[in-house]
């Protein structure tokens, strides 16, 4: 699903360059140059690649030991406190404010954002309008489900209204319900025109309602780019580029060709060509990049064989995911389990 892809033609919403992070021995971030798009945006990698650390550094937590970091137009760390004013957080553990009941919550934060308290009181009740929580917002927080404590602490982190939110396993622990509950709100977020980086275990999420992906991987970039290429199929890592937000794969790819005509025949000599085919009646699976589609047309004219569509093969999720780790670890590579 995509539901805020209008906004990714717009300026990034953060900037890394050259950064590296290290904490004693452990290196947590090696060199990376990042641009993330605007829109929803999904931040995957097993445990330990560096997720945690990224998102300490877009919050003005930690400081990059090597290069540097912008967020929203603010460099950081120089003016943390400026863009801090300017996103909203929702961590992973569940921090609320004790003693309070709902309404209080949201107000006690929007007030640490700078809201008076008259605003504070009415954001407040706006925003758990918006979360489903009008009902509860005079009852004790000690009292909520899971389900209504994860809506409640995204409520406190936009109540302020930033311009992004960075969400921490918004959907952890919650029911399926609870679940698609939670992720229409993130797109409804995204609708409105805020920017969200949302760091998840669960690839179903990001399927579901990000834009774009960025990977990492043993401290190091192992694609950024639209969901939809993400899953478009096995490829090749080409060269790293520089402060980009585009993806770091190239074309290549696995394709499904239909034919009228010899698919068995065609097969046969793009096999020859040194090209990978496997035949399903008439149906080719096959993976070539850009510049091997000319074999592809002219083995077919050469052999009278009509093409009738060719489109590349959607992996699911999780079966992209393992594959970029195997691309990025040349022990991965060479049959050694994936996180």
């Known amino acids: 699903m995509q539901s805020s892809a209008a906004q990714s033609s717009a300026s990034p919403i953060a900037r890394l360059d050259g950064v590296t992070k290290s904490f004693g021995d452990t290196a947590a971030l090696r060199g990376i140059s990042l641009q993330v798009p605007a829109g929803i945006v999904g931040l995957l990698g097993p445990n330990g690649a560096g997720k945690s650390t990224l998102m300490r550094l877009l919050l003005g937590l930690e400081h990059a030991d090597n290069g540097s970091v912008e967020l929203l137009g603010w460099p950081l760390p120089e003016a943390s406190v400026q863009a801090r004013a300017e996103i909203g957080f929702m961590p992973e553990d569940d921090s ?41 917002r005079y009852r004790a927080a000690s009292g909520f489900s899971l389900g209504m404590r994860q809506r409640l602490r995204l409520a406190m982190a936009l109540v ?22 939670m992720l229409g709100l993130i797109a409804e977020v995204g ?8 760091s998840t275990h669960v690839l179903g999420d990001v399927e579901e309602v990000c834009d774009h992906v960025v990977l990492l991987s043993r401290g190091k970039l192992g694609f950024v780019g639209p969901t939809t290429r993400f ?23 696995h394709h499904l060709v239909d034919v009228v005509g010899d698919a068995a025949a065609l097969a046969t000599h793009l096999r020859e060509q040194g090209l990978a085919v496997d035949v399903d009646g008439d149906r080719l699976r096959m993976s070539l990049s850009a510049d091997q589609t000319q074999l592809l047309w002219q083995a077919a004219m050469s052999l009278g064989v ?13 079966e992209a995911f393992v594959r970029h780790l195997r691309l990025d670890d040349p022990t991965r590579r060479a049959g050694g389990s994936a996180s």
């Open 160 to 181: 302020h209204g930033p311009k992004m939110v960075l969400l921490d396993e918004p959907t952890a622990g919650l029911d399926p319900a609870g679940r698609a509950e």
């Open 191 to 198: 609708r409105a025109g805020t920017a969200v980086i949302l």
């Open 306 to 318: 009509g093409i009738r569509t060719f489109k590349p093969q959607q992996e699911g999720m999780a």
């Open 96 to 136: 609320l404010f004790p003693g309070l009941n709902g309404i209080e919550q949201v107000v006690h934060a929007a007030k640490l954002c700078g809201l008076g308290h008259t605003d504070a009181f009415a954001r407040a009740h706006e925003i758990l309008d918006l979360v489903g929580l009008s009902e509860a």
């Open 231 to 253: 899953r478009a199929g096995a490829g090749h890592r080409s060269a790293p580029a520089r402060s980009t937000g585009t993806d770091h794969t190239s074309t290549a790819g």
